[in-house]
């Protein structure tokens, strides 16, 4: 059986590499070299034109969702303060940050380092130049050297992202694997397993197990990348995905129909993301040296699947105050499902006049240590001439929606079990309810068939 097992499996793989090698345009490449977005330009016209427009290239758009914004602005993380970062792109423009004192060495930095661009061409920018500073092959080439894609200065002084344009890296151009995408939104926030807290390989994940990689389920058209409503992730290509989607699971998608009648006002995620991890505390007001004599904020984290999370009612709109960004909605509001969250919590500076969180520029403190001195570069930026910095928390509800589970899911006695997981007194359910829903009662026979089944 496992030889059969790997001879399937060399076939698969030698489909996969005939398939690369037929790319309509190896000849040309092989001929003429690549020369960046122009080379791709000759079989998809206009493709880099309509790049510019995606949220990708923008990391801003309009919110429709998110309570207190303008409806005619953009927001991502090209302007947005909030505390898993406590910066954006605009205050955090990838940059040489000031000489260590002790050290006498810079490094560069910028929330921007993942911008598929050259920096010289930078977030939103648009026009000849910026499709011509498109990193195509970052997440298309299979065969992509990392190692180029970091930032120098050129003989101007300006700080540029460097990039893979090799011909080898664009012979391997393919459907964008999990590396290409998990390069940038594994290590978002501030490093591995910190904003998202999730690794997306076949030990964490039931989908990665089963081959699929992230396009499958964020099938993209044009550039368009579809998104579910995370309460943190704002910006979007307004197109979305979910687990109900007639192409994946639909509304009917158990055997059993107990657990189908489930789905009506409880989310796939509750009871196939059984954990998280990452970063659940930040304080943006203490940075600690590391071994490099730079600075960090201090950072409280876990792995993947060391997180309970906490479950709450969520019709996909959000509540959005300086101190609070979370899911809206209740047991009485029918578009609202319980949906299982990471609790992240970080401390920043706020403004005592306003009550409105500061942002802060990374460069002073990552050098120095000094947080104020990062607060006022960062003021100056932004046109803040009169404020008064107090520190204080925010609290942020982050979506799980990653670490699928098929055999670890929660079953029957996990939420109605008087200890399970669901805290229905929160949810608002009645003493009288929750004596009901927490009985063996309403459980017993499925438990007990399950259990002889495992058994």
């Not at 303060?81 to 955090?92: E, H, K, S």
């Amino acid at each position: 059986m496992k030889n059969f097992f790997a001879t399937v499996l060399c076939l698969l793989l030698g489909v996969v590499q005939v398939m690369a090698a037929d790319h309509p345009g190896k000849e040309s490449i092989e001929k003429n070299g690549y020369k960046g977005p122009e080379t791709c330009e000759e079989c998809h016209p206009g493709t880099t034109k309509g790049f510019l427009q995606s949220v990708h290239w923008k990391h801003a758009s309009k919110v429709n969702n998110v309570e207190g914004l303008d409806p005619k602005k953009e927001y991502g993380m090209k302007n947005r303060i909030y505390t898993m970062c406590n910066g954006n792109d605009i205050v955090n423009n990838l940059k040489e940050i000031p000489k260590s004192p002790e050290t006498g060495k810079t490094k560069f930095t910028g929330c921007n380092t993942c911008h598929p661009g050259n920096h010289l061409s930078d977030v939103g920018s648009t026009g000849a130049d910026a499709e011509g500073a498109i990193d195509c092959l970052v997440c298309h080439s299979t065969d992509y050297d990392f190692r180029q894609r970091k930032p120098f200065k050129n003989e101007k002084g300006e700080v540029v992202m460097g990039q893979d344009r090799s011909t080898k890296a664009a012979l391997a151009i393919g459907k964008p694997t999990v590396k290409n995408c998990m390069v940038c939104h594994e290590a978002a926030g501030g490093g591995v397993l910190v904003k998202r807290g999730f690794a997306f390989n076949k030990e964490t994940d039931a989908h990665a197990a089963k081959g699929m990689v992230c396009v499958d389920c964020h099938k993209t058209k044009n550039h368009k990348i579809p998104t579910g409503f995370d309460p943190n992730n704002w910006a979007n290509d307004g197109v979305r995905v979910s687990c109900a989607d007639t192409a994946c699971h639909g509304n009917s998608p158990h055997k059993d129909a107990a657990l189908n009648r489930h789905t009506t006002r409880i989310a796939c995620q509750t009871c196939h993301i059984p954990r998280t991890g990452g970063a659940f505390a930040k304080d943006f007001t203490k940075w600690e040296q590391g071994s490099d004599k730079f600075y960090e904020p201090t950072t409280l984290r876990k792995e993947a699947n060391e997180t309970v999370p906490v479950y709450a009612w969520y019709n996909k709109t959000v509540k959005n105050t300086p101190t609070f960004i979370g899911p809206k909605g209740s047991r009485k509001d029918k578009s609202s499902k319980i949906y299982p969250f990471k609790i992240f919590q970080g401390k920043a500076f706020f403004d005592k006049k306003t009550g409105q969180l500061l942002s802060m520029d990374f460069a002073p403190p990552m050098a120095t240590g000094d947080t104020l001195a990062g607060v006022a570069s960062a003021a100056k930026t932004l046109g803040i001439k009169n404020y008064t910095p107090v520190p204080g928390w925010q609290t942020i509800y982050f979506g799980s929606n990653h670490l699928v589970t098929k055999g670890k899911a929660l079953f029957c006695a996990n939420c109605h079990a008087p200890n399970g997981v669901l805290n229905f007194k929160d949810l608002g359910y009645t003493d009288k309810e929750i004596l009901r829903l927490t009985s063996p009662e309403i459980y017993l026979e499925n438990v007990l068939k399950k259990q002889k089944e495992d058994w």
